[in-house]
């Protein structure tokens, strides 16, 4: 069984930043991608941030040049900076690990910024 364990969550303030972390059970050198999605109450789940075993990275177009996704395959880690947060980004946040055949996902942790 895998696990994803996200942290980092909380309160913050309009403009403030946040680090989240998700950490895995199990090494990601073999891994697709890993990735970051988040899901606001009465919304769909959407997709943030992903970066692929290549280092190939990709952002929702409403987090581009505040957020960065980075990976540690030493660690089994994947991380996301987030910067300049607004109110509009408060959800619940889940991290994502995904094979050829199967895939993971965190508990999610919420992320709650104040205007």
């Known amino acids: 069984q895998v696990h994803l364990v996200e942290s980092g969550g909380g309160l913050v303030q309009a403009g403030g930043s946040l680090r989240l972390s998700c950490a895995a059970s199990?090494?990601?050198?073999?891994?697709?991608?890993m990735g970051w999605y988040r899901q606001a109450p009465g919304k769909q789940r959407e997709l943030v941030a992903v970066?692929?075993?290549?280092?190939?990275?990709n952002y929702a177009d409403s987090v581009k040049g505040r957020f960065t996704i980075s990976r540690d395959d030493a660690k089994s880690a994947v991380y996301l900076q987030m910067s300049s947060l607004k109110p509009e980004d408060t959800a619940v946040y889940y991290c994502?690990?995904?094979?050829?055949?199967?895939?993971?996902w965190g508990q999610g942790t919420q992320v709650f910024v104040s205007s």
């Open positions: 199990t090494s990601i050198l073999s891994a697709k991608g």
């Open positions: 994502h690990l995904e094979y050829i055949v199967e895939s993971y």
């Open positions: 970066i692929t075993s290549g280092g190939i990275t």
